[in-house]
Antibody, heavy 118, light 112 residues
Framework: EVQLVESGGGLVQPGGSLRLSCAASGFTFSSHWMHWVRQAPGKGLVWVSRIITDGSYTNYVDSVKGRFTISRDNAKNTLYLHMNSLRAEDTAVYYC????????????WGQGTTVTVS | ETVMTQTPLSSPVTLGQPASISCRSSQSLVHSDGDTHLSWLQQRPGQPPRLLIYKISNRFSGVPDRFSGSGAGTDFTLKISRVEAEDVGVYYCMQATQFPHTFGQGTKLEIK
């Protein structure tokens, strides 16, 4: 069974840092692009970042550029999101999402981890 | 950034009746590879989103055939042929043709 399990969320003060992790299982992690998507309380979905299979290329939404860094460890089947200079508006559930193969998009979602900046 | 606009934002539907959600993009979603990377996702209350439809009209694994997608270019539609109680939730369109990927605001489907 394909599984994505996020961890690392919590309460952090404005200006602080946090590292999210996503443990992948049930599929060949190194063959898939991976994404982070977030959802503020009661709001819609916002795509945050993507990393390609070997980690050599990344994309970010403008609101997190220069503050967040996506990375991966294919040997550990783990995706990361390093978040610095956190702001109140970064408060959200952060989802780890698998990129598809053969077409652009996302298919499998984790349950999410909650980040509260206050 | 490609802006995705969904209508309606709320859709009360009677069980067994059809439902339709529209999604319009601010620019064409046709990729240089020739495909249109428009997906539809469902988020049930308290759950993470789930992929329903990809590349406009392809149902993802395990998705009931009462869900269908159509459209081209900048205008897309998700249809549910006969709404069931388990279909309650918020539906999002998502474009993955350009970065940043973007989502519609979401359409809340509720039962009358």
């Amino acid at each position: 069974e394909v599984q994505l399990v996020e961890s690392g969320g919590g309460l952090v003060q404005p200006g602080g840092s946090l590292r999210l992790s996503c443990a992948a299982s049930g599929f060949t992690f190194s063959s898939h692009w991976m994404h982070w998507v977030r959802q503020a309380p009661g709001k819609g979905l916002v795509w945050v970042s993507r990393i390609i299979t070997d980690g050599s290329y990344t994309n970010y939404v403008d609101s997190v550029k220069g503050r967040f860094t996506i990375s991966r460890d294919n040997a550990k089947n783990t995706l990361y999101l390093h978040m610095n200079s956190l702001r109140a508006e970064d408060t959200a559930v952060y989802y780890c999402v698998r990129g598809t193969r053969g077409w652009n998009g996302v298919d499998v979602w984790g349950q999410g981890t909650t980040v509260t900046v206050s | 950034e490609t802006v995705m606009t969904q209508t309606p934002l709320s859709s009360p539907v009677t069980l067994g009746q059809p439902a339709s959600i529209s999604c319009r993009s601010s620019q064409s979603l046709v990729h240089s590879d020739g495909d249109t990377h428009l997906s539809w996702l469902q988020q049930r209350p308290g759950q993470p989103p789930r992929l329903l439809i990809y590349k406009i009209s392809n149902r993802f694994s395990g998705v009931p055939d009462r869900f269908s997608g159509s459209g081209a270019g900048t205008d897309f539609t998700l249809k549910i042929s006969r709404v069931e109680a388990e279909d309650v939730g918020v539906y999002y369109c998502m474009q993955a043709t350009q970065f940043p990927h973007t989502f519609g605001q979401g359409t809340k489907l509720e039962i009358k």
